[in-house]
């Protein structure tokens, strides 16, 4: 235990010291002044240290193995009516539950990844602009919290490659956190959430992704859609498209209004081939989403900052 | 970029059928985004060309009065203010009702009238470039030539401005700087119409006006090919006077492009990066073979020194880096390539002779100068798509072409470092129709690839393709496959479904799913918190930063450390919830936790971990919280079947600091830890402004997921009960242990704890179940 006055004395000690600053040459008091104030900060600072653990060592022991306080009530659970799920993680669900019943593997992304996972895997050339440090955050190590679940796509390609081998297809969704370095406001996140598709078979085709995007949001908004398609660039698909649907009427959606759902495309052959596939035998298609526009949509939400921000006033509605 | 539909259609022909409506949609579909259309039909409407038939000053005032003939019979009466009015001059009149054409985006456009100017009557207004939205000039009125119009016609008749303007999202052309002219745009256009796209092939003509003297000639060297693969350059020689006097069609268009028009040379170096995509600058000629005291323009393209200076056009001085290409004089930087010419070669109202650059460079290098320098120019967010270098030489030559009424070719240059042959690519016509699953016949194909400039032989069930110069970006099938699929309309493939097998579970996937619905059930409020968290945070929790990995480029301070626990962010967010204020509340996370002492896994990234935090709180209760937050974790084990002993909480690990040894256990699964619960230091909840009543628990979730059993027996049996009290002084796990060792095949489960005042026994009731 550190002896708090000791800590006092010592400082008033170099408190005393400092004042003799005044008789030194005017050129030495620089250096001595810095001097000086380190001292005093590490002393204060071991004072802080000692008051907090004094602090801390001011408590009462109790029972840990008891199941309720000494002279008081037992616990109760709050009532069901003040639980709720978060609304993200409820839809993410709904999400990878009609992927599943659409024989889709579910595996969840990584927060923290490298490099190779994110960009080398995934055919960027070596100095896409994507990888400076414009849009993307690294660590010291030069780790990489991942802007885009796609950073799953080669572990996702080697992990089921033997589905091919036995002569089925890769179907997974990869739902996951992403990061981008960005500033937040209402339609802008850092943090967000997205949910990736691959899919990889002897005989593919892009008919058959438009299929399966179209016949998710059929399932997702429970009506027949209307699908439309822009062309897009990624360097991990080849083709690359934008997928659109028309805005379904329960959302308040006129003819004619469409919305941007996700990228997709074509597995570019170099992505297939770093994972081991033989591009030559094997094509496959990918698609990724952001998940908060869907929810915002949903539920009419303006603000894409409620989701992060623990608001129990907001989050209570979910109930 | 912006595209003026007129403009288009004058190098691609739009069948009559197709209306403005479906080309935009058919443009949206099968080339770029259409951000937004700025329709422009009615902008210009009610203006005129007008002569000026007589000028008369008004006395002590810069106005004239002037009778105008607007095409009908009587003369019209404007007081104009321009100094540059003058009788018989073609003029543009906007008539009184309609609204100036700068101002029809504004809340109020400005409807012009007939009013009273200095008590002369003055109907309309003669317009200026500015009022007319097509320049920023404000000298004077615009001129318009004899030759183009005759008063009384309409002005967007002559110069084609009732027109749509399409606004286009650069992003969607990444890959595509050929579509960053009008001609490449309608290149593409006739290849979504179907329709052959007719070339007009630039060639450089000097036709004999090279001059035969030497120091016109320019010396070009580029240090490395990779910076620079091919650098043109074109001297022009003044030899008579450039004529700036009407307002023309180019001006129009140069504006509709979101440009301005500014100087003849600027103007013909701004219309050619429109219209071929190809970036073109002028140097001053003497100014340029000045600042390095050389015979000749000894043209030099190297990488900037660090620290290097350069003055720039907007007067600005950069400190150059070593990523910063740069056109040199001799070895004296003149300009930032790509990005802006210096000011010591200017182009000014003095200059005689000048060099028309026209040149590539690397799209890495100009992309980190834009960044570096702020720099985001027409010019430059062309370079950084990665041009083809294959017409520079000629886009330079049609710049002397139409400067040629002052100057005329002096000298040229033309440093190539390309061998730009893109290699022919092998494709069979099932490759195409099996990867986009349509039936597209092979003459389809191959009009298709033709349209657009490619070269497609035939050889038997193989196409043997080689894509034009301009394309860069063609290199596999799948690039040719895209063409097509892209060319011919991604919405003509038919959606279809394939069949495969059934999908696998995800058992932690299912396991937050199960936990999310039981702690929900139980009153308790899923959250989700960021990922990265404060030094400030993680010292207020008593969190080593060391523990965590931490970011460099972070947005602030705020999002520094990637959290090693949830237990800072839980601590958060309740302090938060108790401001709002919410009373009583227990929040919970179930998200990836990455403490840096865990070490890489082995693909060789940090090893993670799903965590489930648990944080009950309440502003007013004097009991204690650690029993409620014990409650809330034990369900969770309950519903798992997972069996688990509280320890006292010795050697916890390093993510565990935030919790007061004596008011917390470690929570054990065999002689696994795997968990938490406790309440928190006094210090913690002081730093982080939070009531007494605060407990907390954290659980690894693999070793949970890896615990749980699958197995849920339901006890139909039927008991008796009844409940047991013991004054003890031992704890309530060694009190349970002997009346469980007492009554071996009861049920027993916890009542309350009585402590009468100055006692050191406890009273502990047991709820005893005998079958």
Redesign the interface.
Known sequence: MVDVDKLKQELKKINDEAAKIREMAPEKRAEFGRMINAKRNEVLGAIAEAE?AA??E?????????????????????????????P???EL?IV?SI??M???????S?????EY?MFDTLNFPK?H?AR???DT?????G?I?PAHTSTMQH?VLKQFKK?LDEG??I?VVVPG?V?R???VDATHE??FYQCEGV?V?S??????M??????FFEKYYGQKLN???????FPFT?????FMIEKPRDLGGKKGDFLEMLGCG?I??NVLKMAGIDPSKY?GFAWGGGIDRLVMLKYGLPDVRY???????F??KF? | MKISLNWLKKYVEIPEDVKNQDLIRLIGARLVEVEGVIDETHKYDKIYVVKVESCEKIPDTHLTLCQINVGKKDLVQVVCGAPNVREGMLAAWIAPGAIVPASVHEDAPFVIGERKMRGYDSCGMLAGADELDLGDDHSGIVEISPEAAKPGDSLADIFELSDLVLEIENKSLTHRPDCFGIIGFAREVAGILGVKFVEQPLAFKTSGHVADKAEFNPTVAIEKSEICQRYSAVVLEKHGEMKQKYLTWQDTVISKSGMKPIDPIVDATNYLMLLYGQPLHAFDYDKFVKVSKTSRPEIKVRLARDGEKIILLDDTEVSLNENDIVICSGDVPVALAGAMGGKSTMIDENTKNIIIEAATFSLYNLRKTQMAHGIFSEAITRFTKGLSPYQTLGVAGKCAEMLSEGFKIAGMADENCCKNDNSEIMIGLSEINGLLGTDYSKELVIKTLENVGFEVKDRKNLFKITAPAWRMDIHIKEDIIEEVGRLLGYDNISPVLPLHATAGSNAMWELKSNLRDLLVKYGANEILSYSFVSERLLKNASQDTANSYRIVNSISPELMYVRQSLMPSLLEKAYKNEKLPVEKFAIFEMNKVYPKRFGLDSEKVPAEKMSLGILVAERKSNETAFYKAKKYIAKVFEELGVVVKYAPFVKPAPEMDSYDPKRAALIYVGDELIGVVGEFKKSVLHDFKLTAYTAGAEVDMNLLLEKASRKKEIDLGVYKEEDLTVTTDKTYDEALAEVQAKNPNAIITPGTIYQADGQKTRNITFHIKIA
């Open positions: 907090k602090i801390n001011d408590s009462v022991a109790i029972d840990i193995t008891a199941w309720s306080g000494t002279n008081e009530p037992s616990p109760e659970f709050y009532p069901a009516e003040m639980g709720s799920a978060h993200l993680m409820k669900d990878t992927y599943q659409m024989g889709f593997d579910v595996v969840e990584r927060q923290l990844d490298d996972h100095e602009p400076d440090g414009y955050f690294r660590t010291e190590e780790l919290p572990r589905n089925k297809a179907s956190r990061f370095n960005e500033d850092h943090t899919y078979s005989d593919c085709t892009m008919g058959q438009l299929g399966i995007l179209r016949e699908i439309r398609t822009q062309p897009g660039y080849e083709p690359s498209l934008e074509m570019h052959p094509h989701f992060e921000s623990g608001n129990l006033k989050l209570r109930n």
